[in-house]
């Protein structure tokens, strides 16, 4: 029996740690709470030996798994990410395990030794008399009687306030100390339940459809599906106060909820693969017969919108799942695509296990153990999911995989689309990156043969790629004299949709009511307490004028500060404030004005709060009730709309002029993207963009559906000026509440850089971030570009070296490696 283990910490550090072994055996991949300084942490056995440390080890204080949660190939793949993106192997594992809620952890207070001297010695040589002294004296006597507390308990007990605890602490007579305790997790669901032989009082009608709905169903229905019924949030509560109607948690066994899904969204009890034409079923067959072969093999397959490639994902995890393999598909927002976890729950029912950020942290870990037991063969999620542990994995299907959410913003900053490709490759599994826009790093490396190519140049039916028109903006100005938010073009183009029948979306990529407010006298802009940025104004549907209401408010989007519309410049106090720019808020409202007869829906992140708000606006879409959809990207991300025929993009030409390398990627997606929701049913489809840039390449090969075009244009610049995929970058951020101290570490580590012989690397900066504060942080970033993964890497292990001999802590460093935001 090893008599040591090494255990990775969810810390700052970039080592593990060295436990003895009394009594209990860990396992290789399995968790125990060990002792950290005063904490009690949950930490990952990574090794079990006999070798003694030099230095005095501590002993573990529980085994908390007797097989390990984490396999070999898991660990080998958590090992990978920590080296790759420059993250502590803890964090790590950490991020790859919800199993938070198995272990209890609270933080309570105990009285130390000097503590109880000080309780003991006659006051009148340690105390003052005065009524602080007498709270400190109370606090120690209940510690001294009880061992231990809660800051809750001595609030109650004592009346101490946190900065009396943490005086006491400063003088060392009490020390806090957090714990963690097992406990059993249960993942539950809140049900209404109708009370038996309740005598009925006088009801409303809204009263009397709940109870007639429960008493259809048997009795009882999950609170989640009332939610969804065409009622006043108010009607169940009343009837729970009346005593006709109980709520009861029911333990679930993991499955996910059936409410929680989609139920007016079309679907078809054909199977996925009859319904495939001749391009679709090439493609699976190959993808099938990679997955039979069990051999690693990464494919890249670029559909055009609309040319059915969730029905090619579909039938090759029926396929694998036929021949009693595992499949896992990573979507970027699991709320976002309503429609797809339908068409799974159709095709797979019980074998298909959700794991995304929507879940409490409950529902999570029971998720993950019913893919652990092996009772769901079919595992969808969001980045996260990507370390699943599924056995038998023999595909993996990134959709969307351009989309910039798969990067982790957080510690570790992992991009789930290459750790999916690193975990197919240990598994010797299959993997497919599908997209109508692929990242250019992902095809760079279709053109270097790293990936095969599949390509799908149709539309399911024949259907022809929608029409797309440029608006001049400029000449449209020159001619009208006046800044219209809609073009004539594109007003004619509404009202003569409308009158049709048909659809339309407009994309208009700016929440809000308008983006800056600025004083006309002094030229002051409204920007955020914390953040170096422009408030938003977010208009009140009952505002006309500048005054504020309740419901009127500046808002920023990073940190969620508010303030109310002021009415006065709060530099100079002019009444002159002028609002710039047009969010989607100021659009649905100016559409309802000149559209009086549409039916108008938004969809933003202000209107679309969960999951159940997509549902119910894409299926208000799908019957036709809303006919004029104005919206942020929310409404480009793969929604099968069959009656949209036309598509309006409103501005994004603003994208254009982001100081990030990526812009022109990102407006070219875009705008393909939202293009690709027209003329998906049986009429054909038409876009209309306005822009002051016709020329910009961009925008010229979205216009002609030219992918290819744009990624040689594109690629052409990349390799011009040294950035990814012609080359790897790291971008390295320095950040302190403190300006001058952030100004002293950002100096001391670019002249370390200046002084540097590092073959191969090219340094930019350092210099003030794009946004020069966030939630009052300031910060300061280096660019590190190579030719070199390797040379990188080994240049930003040597300036961390650095920083560390500097004294500079690692929390104020963030080592983003292959990033995707240079804001």
Not at 133 to 142: E, K, N, R
Not at 630 to 659: C, E, F, R
Not at 734 to 748: G, N, P, V, Y
Request: charged share 25%.
């Amino acid at each position: 029996m090893a008599l040591y283990c090494d255990v990775a910490l969810p810390v700052p550090v970039d080592r593990t740690f060295t436990y003895s072994i009394e009594g209990i055996a860990p396992v290789a991949g399995g968790r125990v709470l060990v002792p950290f300084r005063r904490e009690q942490m949950q930490g990952v056995v990574v090794a079990l030996h006999d070798r003694a440390p030099e230095a005095e080890t501590r002993a573990i204080l529980r085994v908390l798994d007797q097989e390990p949660v984490l396999s070999a190939e898991l660990l080998e793949l958590g090992t990978w990410i920590a080296g790759y993106y420059l993250a502590p192997l803890g964090e790590v594992l950490r991020t790859m395990l919800p199993l938070a809620s198995e272990v209890r952890r609270e933080t309570v207070y105990r009285i130390t030794e000097r503590g109880s001297a000080a309780l003991t010695t006659p006051k009148q040589r340690t105390l003052e008399e005065d009524s602080a002294d007498d709270l400190d004296h109370a606090v120690l006597s209940f510690l001294a009687e009880h061992g231990h507390a809660r800051a809750a308990t001595l609030r109650t007990k004592t009346s101490v306030t946190a900065s009396m605890l943490q005086h006491l602490i400063s003088k060392r007579w009490v020390e806090r100390e957090s714990t963690a305790t097992p406990q059993e997790p249960r993942s539950s669901v809140r049900m209404a339940v109708l009370v038996p032989e309740a005598r009925l009082p006088k009801l409303n009608d809204n009263q009397q459809l709940l109870l007639a709905e429960l008493a259809s169903a048997g009795g009882r229905l999950p609170v989640s599906a009332i939610r969804q019924l065409s009622l006043p949030s108010s009607t169940l509560g009343t009837l729970v106060r009346r005593e006709l109607v109980r709520i009861e948690d029911v333990p679930t066994d993991g499955i996910f909820d059936a409410f929680d899904l989609p139920q007016d969204l079309p679907s078809s009890s054909v199977p996925v693969e009859a319904m495939m034409n001749d391009a679709q079923r090439e493609t699976m067959l190959q993808i099938a017969a990679s997955v039979h072969a069990r051999k690693f093999q990464p494919f890249l397959l670029h559909g055009v919108t609309g040319s059915g490639k969730t029905a090619v994902y579909i039938a090759a995890m029926r396929r694998a799942l036929d021949a009693g393999l595992s499949s896992l598909l990573l979507v970027p927002e699991i709320g976002l695509t309503p429609a797809m976890v339908a068409q799974l729950r159709a095709s797979f029912g019980d074998q298909v296990a959700l794991l995304h950020s929507a879940l409490t942290a409950k529902d999570r870990t029971a998720q993950w153990h019913r893919i652990r037991r092996g009772e769901a063969h079919v595992v969808v999620g969001t980045r996260s999911a990507v370390f699943a542990p599924i056995a038998g994995l023999a595909l993996i299907v990134v959709d969307e995989e351009h989309d910039t959410s798969y990067k982790q913003a957080d510690l570790p900053r992992y991009h789930a689309r290459d750790v999916a490709v690193m975990r197919a490759k240990l598994s010797g599994a299959t993997i497919v990156l599908g997209s109508a826009t692929p990242s250019l790093e992902s095809w760079a490396n279709a053109q270097r043969g790293k990936y095969t190519l599949l390509t799908i140049k149709e539309r399911v039916g024949r259907r022809p790629l929608p029409e797309v028109a440029l608006i001049d903006m400029r000449r449209e100005f020159t001619e009208t004299g006046q800044d219209h938010l809609l073009s004539r073009a594109l007003t004619e183009e509404i009202e003569a949709t409308l009158g049709r029948g048909e659809q339309a979306m407009l994309l208009l990529n700016r929440r809000g009511y308008s983006f800056v407010v600025m004083c006309r006298a002094c030229g002051e802009k409204l920007e955020c307490e914390n953040c170096a940025i422009a408030l938003t104004h977010h208009k009140s549907a009952a505002e006309n004028d500048l005054r504020a209401t309740a419901d009127a408010r500046m808002e920023c989007h990073y940190c969620g500060f508010r303030r109310t519309v002021p009415k006065h410049c709060p530099k100079c106090e002019s009444e002159h404030l002028f609002f710039f720019g047009v969010g989607s808020q100021q659009g649905e409202e100016r559409l309802q004005e000149m559209f009086p007869h549409a039916r108008i829906a938004r969809m933003d992140r202000d209107t679309m709060r969960n999951h159940r708000d997509y549902e119910r606006i894409l299926a208000r879409l799908h019957s036709g009730e809303v006919n004029l959809l104005v919206g942020t990207q929310m409404i480009a991300k793969g929604h099968d709309i069959h009656g949209v025929t036309l598509v309006g993009v409103i501005g994004v030409d603003h994208a254009l002029s982001l100081p990030d390398f990526r812009s022109a990627e990102r407006v070219f997606q875009l705008l393909t993207q939202v293009a690709g929701r027209a003329g998906r049913g049986e009429l054909p489809g038409r876009v209309l963009v306005q822009t002051h840039h016709l020329d910009h390449y961009a925008i010229k090969f979205a216009a002609q559906h030219n992918y290819e075009g744009f990624a040689e244009q594109e690629l052409r610049y990349r390799r011009l000026l040294h950035y990814p995929p012609a080359a790897v970058l790291t971008n390295v951020l320095i950040e302190h509440s403190d300006l001058a101290q952030a100004t002293r570490w950002a100096t001391q580590i670019g002249q370390w850089f200046q002084h540097q012989t590092l073959p191969g690397v090219r340094v930019l900066g350092p210099a003030v971030a794009p946004i020069a504060r966030i939630k009052r942080i300031y910060r300061f970033h280096l660019i590190l570009k190579a030719g070199s993964r390797k040379h990188l890497a080994t240049a930003v292990r040597q300036m961390l070296a650095f920083a560390d001999s500097k004294e500079i802590p690692r929390r104020h460093l963030t080592i983003d490696v292959d990033a995707v935001q240079l804001m």
